[in-house]
């Protein structure tokens, strides 16, 4: 079965935001580096790719022919979505156990794992 991992980055620290990544220590920061290294080379991962900020997305919806488009998703910041991986697992413990490895999980963030439908 395959997942998405969503990463919701939630308050979690990164080197978009220089102060919030100071909070870190060194050691903490090279960690969570090689963390995210280590997960994208576990056997099943295909590596997603970073987000950018939620105030640079356009939603587009279609209503009675006509495109509309707006700024933004319209989510708390702290519930957008930061990134992803996708992981080819045997069942949803292995997802799960993968989830709790991403360094946003424990940082302040959330992971949300998705299995795929297979058609």
């Known amino acids: 079965m395959k997942y998405m991992l969503l990463i919701h980055q939630g308050t979690a620290p990164t080197p978009r935001s220089p102060e919030e990544w100071a909070r870190l220590s060194e050691d903490e920061q090279k960690a969570v580096y090689e963390a995210y290294g280590t997960i994208n080379q ?4 295909t590596p997603g790719l970073q987000l950018q900020d939620p105030e640079t997305a356009t ?7 006509r495109t509309l488009t707006t700024d933004g998703p319209f989510v708390d910041t702290k519930e957008a979505l930061a990134g992803y991986l996708i992981f080819e ?9 993968l989830a709790a490895r991403i360094p ?14 297979e058609w």
């Open 104 to 117: 946003a999980a424990r940082l302040g963030g959330a992971i949300e794992v998705r299995p795929f439908v």
């Open 42 to 45: 576990t056997p099943g991962v």
């Open 59 to 65: 939603t587009v919806r279609v209503q009675d022919g």
């Open 89 to 97: 697992a045997d069942d949803l413990d292995a997802a799960i156990e």
